[in-house]
């Protein structure tokens, strides 16, 4: 019994990493645009430019009018909007993207919909090139809202005296689950 419980607390622990769902790009889908910028350290110019040109206001707004998050990855630490990810979550966005090895900073634009658009720079990336990459996409893009499940309609029953019963009340949303405890 021993021998069964240590097989499978092993094989937890190695495939649990594994299995885990932990895409993060998408909690992003259909709701905003992530741009990625890939640096190998903190001190790329790439990296540095784009952050100091969003300390400022109207780079800032127009951002955020286009529904942009910034992902960084330096070295092996992510950030998204300068809030840090796990060890863990940063792999799993680079395994995400499946740029494979390549040199130097890559920035990348991922549309509302999912789809993957590297933007070409020479050392630095300007907010308004972004900005026109992401004002070039398709208009099937910026179209693409959220898919919504319709919410069954219940027919409404005749009363007893023949006339239509009022409509009933919508069931209220199931409770989210509770978290395990260790």
């Known amino acids: 019994m021993l021998v ?10 190695i495939a649990g990493p594994v299995l885990a769902d932990d895409a993060p790009l998408t909690q992003d889908l259909y709701k905003s645009r992530p741009l990625i910028v890939i640096a190998p350290s903190t001190a790329d110019p790439t990296l540095r430019g784009l ?59 991922v549309g509302k919909d999912g789809e993957k658009h590297v933007i070409e720079h020479d050392g630095s990336v300007e907010p308004e090139s972004i900005f026109k990459a992401v004002d070039e996409l398709p208009a099937a893009e910026k179209a693409v809202t959220p898919p919504t499940v319709a919410a069954p309609v219940a027919e409404a029953k005749p009363g007893k005296d023949g006339k239509p019963a009022k409509p009933a009340k919508p069931a209220k949303p199931a409770a989210p689950p509770k978290p395990l405890e260790d």
Request: no cysteine.
């Open 4 to 13: 069964r419980s240590l097989t499978l607390a092993t094989l937890l622990a």
């Open 51 to 109: 952050n100091e040109a969003l300390k400022d206001p109207a780079t800032k707004k127009a951002f955020d009018e286009r529904s942009l998050v910034l992902y960084s990855v330096a070295g092996m630490v992510g950030k998204r909007d300068d809030k840090n990810l796990e060890q863990q979550t940063t792999m799993a966005l680079i395994r995400e993207l499946k740029l494979g090895a390549r040199a130097g900073t890559q920035v990348i634009l």
